[in-house]
């Protein structure tokens, strides 16, 4: 063999796995795209359950509570095992999970079953978004903010077109339509059962099969109480992240409604811009953190939306839509940047950290969405704006963290 044929053997091998690697990204965006529209149906219905089981927004807040602390609880648990024992098969389960769920929630007849649905929803999501990060980290070649970015706007993507789809089919037909998403979760499965396959032919899952006892933890060069300290910036800020977010995503309808006197389906667009800017936000947020690092992102994610949070609760309708796009670009864009800083923060427990991060941001969007639907009757739904125009300082915190990348050109 020539050398010119010997050095090309490589090379194809490696355009090779780069495409299947990048095939693995997408697949991975697709499923998180189908998963998050469908589990986006369950508070884009809310109108519609309010309606029919004369529910106040104290009871709305509890169900976005129920989907949201199932995935919460259970998924750093699910990360803390799967960082020991990997499960590549149980992507298509959760999946499963999630269906069963939406299945139950389209001929649920009371408000515990509708409780129920949404939790079975909550804990397919508690499985699915660790083990899939794991998977989009291992697919990433380096370029963790890009994959992870990838992998989000699939799903900050179908959070968007969930409440349009409701929108033109949920609102016009009934409750019961939801089944008709199950089609979305059966598509998903056999994706993910590819993707599984892949997973559990990595050389990393090989090498694992090969070894009697558990991989060695790999060690921070930061010393615990670093970590720690930096650990609790973090679940901070996706604190003041995910509570303001949440505010947007489960009364933004309402607040239109009653502020504006729009009709559901036109509050429902408004709130399909609103997504759309997230799931930009969330796709540009990784390769510009990839580029420049991780903390100047965070630092301009959070503190950046401070402004146009503060005015939003005072603009007439058309610049609540124009401030509502610049919150959701900016906010989104701090998620992979926060997923990646942390799991650098704690090398090797990738598992772990997509699980607290995850489940953070979904228990403290159900404790935020909870709180405000009481503040909501207890006061009225423009005050949770006024209230929640102030949570974007917290970015402040951002300075304290500490600086574990590298100069840029060593990047």
Known sequence: MSENTATSVPLARSAADSNTTFAILISLSVCHLLNDMNQSLVPAIYPILKASYQLDFGQIGLITLAFQLTASLLQPVVGMVTDRHPQP?????????????????????????????????????????????????????????????????????????????????????????IAWFSAAALLAMVLLANVSLWYSRHPAMAARRGRRSPPAAVVSPLPRRTVIGAMCILLVLLFSKNVYTSSLSSYYTFYLIQKFHLTVQDAQIHLFVFLGSVALGTFAGGPISDRFGRKPVIWFSILGAFPFALMLPYANLMWTGVLSVAIGLILASAFSAILVYAQELMPGRVGTVAGMVFGFSFGLGGLGAAALGRIADMTSIETVYQVCSFLPVIGLLTALLPNIEKPRGQR
């Open 89 to 177: 098969f149980s992507l298509p389960v959760a999946m499963c999970c999630s269906l069963v769920g939406l299945l139950m929630l389209a001929v649920a007849t009371s408000y515990p079953m509708i409780l129920f649905s949404a939790a079975l929803v909550g804990i397919g999501s508690s499985v699915f978004h660790p083990e899939s990060s794991r998977v989009a980290r291992m697919a990433s070649g380096g370029r963790y903010g890009f994959a992870q970015s990838l992998f989000q706007v699939g799903g900050s993507t179908g959070s968007a077109i969930g409440p349009l789809l409701a929108a033109f089919i949920v609102v016009p037909r009934g409750q019961t339509s």
